[in-house]
């Protein structure tokens, strides 16, 4: 079982900047693409980013497109999403998602789930 914790989650204003952290397993990590997710109060789980097994390629959702960063690090076992001029509307339980082979859009193609982290956004 790949266990995925996720950190970084808060409370920030418009504007405003966060990091998210998502650990896993150890000496596999680089074996799984990563991907951010998100859910915000009645509506469904939606795409952020997702990242390649090294890093090489990324890639995200249009409405964070140039304002939210995904990473990885390898060798602390940890993939990132630094989310900058955060909206009222991203306000969201983020979820880091993995998968030995899929790194797009479609959440229910991703194998292992973390827990969750809560991101809110006052206008």
């Known amino acids: 079982q790949v266990q995925l914790v996720e950190s970084g989650g808060g409370s920030v204003q418009a504007g405003g900047s966060l990091r998210l952290s998502c650990a896993g397993p150890?000496?596999?990590?680089?074996?799984?693409?990563m991907g951010w997710f998100r859910q915000a109060p009645g509506k469904e789980r939606e795409f952020v980013a997702s990242?390649?097994?090294?890093?090489?390629?990324?890639f995200y959702a249009d409405s964070v497109k140039g304002r939210f960063t995904m990473s990885r690090d390898n060798a602390k076992n940890t993939a990132y999403l630094q989310m900058n001029g955060l909206k009222p509307e991203d306000a969201a339980i983020y979820y880091c998602?993995?998968?030995?082979?899929?790194?797009?859009?479609?959440?229910?193609?991703?194998?292992?789930w973390g827990q969750g982290t809560q991101v809110t956004v006052s206008s």
């Open positions: 990242i390649t097994w090294s890093g090489g390629s990324t």
């Open positions: 150890g000496r596999t990590f680089s074996s799984y693409t």
């Open positions: 998602a993995g998968d030995r082979e899929y790194y797009g859009t479609n959440p229910y193609a991703y194998e292992y």
